[in-house]
């Protein structure tokens, strides 16, 4: 399971655990969910920290990847970079 799934499934399980536990106390339904919201990010901060930092992480190496493959894509582009034998894109005509 990603990281990102993992950190947000985690946000929706406080939200609804810090709600339940509201749910008995007498005030508007809109004022409790607006504390469920806070309470719950919060708690998420301390508590889902390890997740966090694993879903940023994740999040870095792709965007890194992305970043090497539009870079690659340009110079192939360009023509300054010329495919290797038998790599991807190499076609023989």
Do not use: C
Request: proline fraction near 2%; hydrophobic fraction near 50%.
């Amino acid at each position: 399971m990603s990281a990102a799934v993992k950190y947000t499934l985690g946000r929706i399980g406080l939200f609804v655990g810090v709600l339940a536990a509201l749910w008995f106390v007498e005030m508007n339904m809109f004022l409790r969910l607006m504390l469920a919201l806070v309470f719950s990010a919060a708690l998420s901060f301390f508590l889902l920290r390890g997740w966090r930092d694993e879903m940023a992480g994740e999040m870095a190496e792709s965007a890194e990847r992305r970043r090497a493959e539009k870079e690659r894509l340009r110079s192939a582009l360009a023509g300054d970079d010329q495919p290797a034998e038998g790599e991807p894109g190499d076609q023989h005509r």
